[in-house]
């Protein structure tokens, strides 16, 4: 069964949720011990690192006795309102498991003079203990040398397996680059199975990148791709990728331009690592079906856009890949967002790299934009880890003295928690311009000159910026006074007390004010026609309400006609139309819900306002207003 979010709209979510929970039944062992020894599923013979059980394998000879037990009715979760089991009670006559997803010892080919892979390492420490750094947390992965042999024998057998050009890597210790960091580690083992120098990593030039204990990478082949002249690995840690210790929610987005040695082929690839699921964020970025932290997830994902607009790394080649653990499941707000600034997803809603619960669905992804799309020759995931038991990996917790022996192999399955994305590329060679001889000039006599009357200049109108394609997403976290593209005009001419960036959000607000005010964030001008159905969405949150206004105090409004001049003159002459929009006087953030914007004609040139009044009076000086992660996309 796939995760809902997979498959259908959040919106859907509810529905597909309660049709899984009614389609589950679990066999039952019989047991009341936790992690009994031995694990006589699957029959015959019991669990081991031989003999698995994997996703989408059959059962039969089911006979026992059924129940039912109703659970706790929380949206989202898995296991609620239906458990049903069945606990078979003639121990001679237990169900029969039949393999029909037999193990793929191999990746699927994906054709192409190029692989790129992604793969997330299940926490790769080769620091055990209390304290890890940068920021002294405790260590994660392996508890000791013993568990972490296990482990990266595991994870080097599945990279060798891969036999990637470049593999982007995520959860690594957040260690730096130095001799004894993880990724020295990692690439040493490497070469020592595949030979001297198959793999070098790229060397960030920071201590640590980011603040998390763990963190992103690159490692490649020498021998087929090297970073690009001219070009330097680049990450984002601002805005929502901050990595100040008390806002820090992801990993830094890592890029690096590659020049393909065989034909001079660049392109530039992203590793990401967004924040999960099941973290702790604020209530108004949570969601029942997309899971905590969805609202980060979005906002990184356009700012990871925004970024990448600005050719981080120097490259001037168009071709980007998108890579990594994006923690959202392909119908999911940050999967969208992606899609709808340019990337196409390459692995489609039927493919899965993670599963949770007895629901599968991909949390890992590769998505290329438009000019690299063409070259992909195909993309696939692996699944060497999701279809596996979680008693088969490199963990001696929990199990006795035998069962560590017969669940272990080191071999790729269950080398991690999530199955690595592989992508084939034909690179189109980055084509070189060819010098122009320059011809041996030919002596001109010179000519007496003739005096020219000097003209009168003519006055250079104001250049009208092009209307902005849809999607916008804008969340305020990088502005001073506006983003770009915005305006900020005091009708009123106090500017004292215009709108401007606070805490991530934009704030217009009265405090300490003695006249009427009048301001206005104006968006820039947006060819609405060049999505179905735009819709505007916002958060708001205002506080204090005016009652010396009497008229809208708060009120969101389209132009058709607006020159964008930017002045109060500009705004006051053209024709305002107010849109509606919910009361947001209760203290916290709402949402605005979908506001239509189909029914505006013309639709190729229209600005979107939001506009502040107060009115000087005891009670209008504390009024304000917070508007943030504006979105106008279509439906």
């Known amino acids: 069964m796939f995760t809902p979010t997979q498959i259908a709209d959040p919106s859907q979510a ?10 589950r039944i679990r066999i039952d062992d019989r047991l009341l011990t936790q992690n009994p020894d031995p694990v006589i599923y699957p029959t015959p013979g019991g669990l081991s690192a031989a003999n698995t059980v994997r996703g989408g394998d059959r059962v039969s000879n089911i006979v026992g006795i059924m129940t039912q037990l109703r659970g706790r009715n929380v949206a989202g979760d ?15 006559n237990l169900p029969t498991f039949q393999s029909v997803n037999p193990r793929p010892q191999t990746p699927p080919a994906v054709g192409g003079s190029l692989k790129v892979a992604s793969f997330n390492l299940f926490n790769y420490f080769n620091t055990f203990g209390n304290i890890c750094f940068p920021n002294n947390s405790e260590c994660r992965g392996a508890r000791n040398a013993a568990e972490f042999t296990r482990q990266r024998d595991k994870i080097i057998e599945a990279i060798r397996r891969m036999d990637a050009d470049i593999v982007g ?6 260690d730096g680059y130095g001799p004894n960091s993880s990724i020295q580690d990692l690439v040493n083992g490497l070469n020592q199975v595949m030979g001297p120098g198959t793999y070098a990593f790229v060397d960030v030039g920071v201590a640590n990148l980011g603040g998390d204990a763990i963190t992103n990478g690159f490692i490649y082949k020498p021998a087929t791709v090297e970073i690009a002249p001219g070009t330097n690995p680049a990450f984002l840690d601002t805005g929502e990728l901050t990595q100040d210790p008390s806002l820090r929610r ?16 660049i392109f530039t690839v992203v590793v990401n690592h967004l924040k999960s699921k099941g973290s702790p964020c604020d209530p108004v970025d949570n969601d029942p079906f997309q899971g905590n932290c969805n609202g980060n997830r979005r906002r990184a994902a356009q700012e990871i856009l925004n970024w990448l607009s600005t050719n981080p790394t120097g490259s001037t080649d168009p071709d980007v890949l998108i890579i990594g653990d994006l923690n959202a499941y392909a119908k999911e707000d940050p999967i969208k967002v992606l899609e709808e600034g340019g990337f196409t997803n390459l692995n489609g809603p039927n493919s899965y790299s993670f599963s949770f619960q007895g629901q599968w669905g991909s949390l890992d992804h590769a998505l290329a934009n438009a000019s690299l799309r063409p070259q992909v020759t195909g993309s696939a995931k692996w699944h060497i880890n999701a279809d596996e038991p979680v008693s088969l990996d490199y963990t001696t917790s929990f199990k006795s003295a035998s069962q560590q022996s017969l669940f272990y192999a080191p071999d790729p399955f269950r080398s991690s928690d999530h199955d690595p994305v592989i992508v084939g590329l034909n690179l189109t060679p980055t084509p070189t311009s060819t010098p122009t001889p320059t011809p041996t000039p030919t002596p001109t006599p010179t000519p007496t000159p003739t005096p020219t009357p000097t003209p009168t200049p003519t006055p250079t109108p104001t250049p009208t910026p092009p209307p902005v394609n849809l999607p916008l997403t804008e969340d305020f976290d990088n502005c001073n006074p506006a983003p770009a593209g915005w305006q900020i005009v005091d009708v009123d001419g106090d500017t004292t007390r215009s709108w401007r960036c606070v805490n991530s959000y934009a704030e217009a607000n009265a405090f300490g004010g003695q006249q009427p005010g009048d301001d206005w964030l104006i968006t820039p001008p947006l060819n609405l026609a060049s999505a179905n159905n735009p819709v505007l969405t916002f958060r708001n949150q205002s506080s204090f309400t005016d009652s010396g206004v009497p008229f809208p105090q708060l009120s969101v409004l389209y132009s058709t006609d607006y020159n964008g001049a930017g002045t109060p003159a500009a705004v006051q002459a053209a024709t305002w139309t107010a849109l509606t929009i919910p009361n947001p006087s209760t203290g916290q953030f709402v949402d605005s819900g979908n506001i239509s914007l189909s029914g505006i004609q013309p639709p190729g040139r229209v600005y979107i306002a939001f506009r502040y009044r107060s009115s000087g009076t005891t009670s209008g000086r504390a009024t304000r207003w917070r508007v943030d992660t504006v979105r106008i996309a279509g439906n």
């Open 14 to 23: 509810a529905a597909l949720q309660e049709e899984n929970n009614r389609k």
């Open 250 to 265: 992801h990993r830094p987005p890592l890029a690096v331009t590659f020049r393909q040695k065989s034909n001079n082929a």
């Open 169 to 174: 890597l995520n959860e690594l210790e957040n």
């Open 78 to 92: 898995v296991d609620a309102t239906i458990d049903y089991r069945i606990h078979p009670n003639d121990p001679s």
